[in-house]
């Protein structure tokens, strides 16, 4: 499967943004997929995961409550709607997708070409 971000963009601090990640090939609604970040100079983090159903949804602590992942699988897609975005939030934005539920970035199958989130203060 191909994966395809988007929906970056330079926001300020209280703002909202929703990423967008597209998928080629018909296997994505048998895949967990995931929101992956990486700021400069830091590791690549776990952000929101999603199970291939869409009915199981799981987070980072510092992402519960402001950030909600989703997906169509009719239409090959995988969001993330963040809202009260902050400077900390700054990286870019990666979707992934695997075979079983991971908050690891060794055992992601798939990654799609980051979108850049820029917040400033």
């Known amino acids: 499967v191909q994966l395809q971000a988007s929906g970056g963009g330079l926001v300020q601090a209280g703002d909202s943004l929703r990423l967008s990640c597209g998928a080629s090939?018909?296997?994505?609604?048998?895949?967990?997929m995931a929101w992956f970040r990486q700021a400069p100079g830091k590791e690549r983090e776990f952000v929101a995961g999603i199970t291939n159903s869409g009915v199981g949804r799981y987070y980072a602590d510092s992402m519960k409550g402001r950030f909600t992942i989703s997906r169509d699988n009719a239409k090959n897609y995988l969001y993330l709607q963040m809202n009260s975005l902050t400077p900390e939030d700054t990286a870019t934005y990666y979707c992934a997708a695997s075979r079983a539920v991971t908050r690891d970035a060794s055992y992601i199958n798939h990654w799609g070409k980051g979108t850049q989130v820029t917040v400033s203060s």
């Open positions: 090939g018909s296997t994505f609604s048998s895949l967990t």
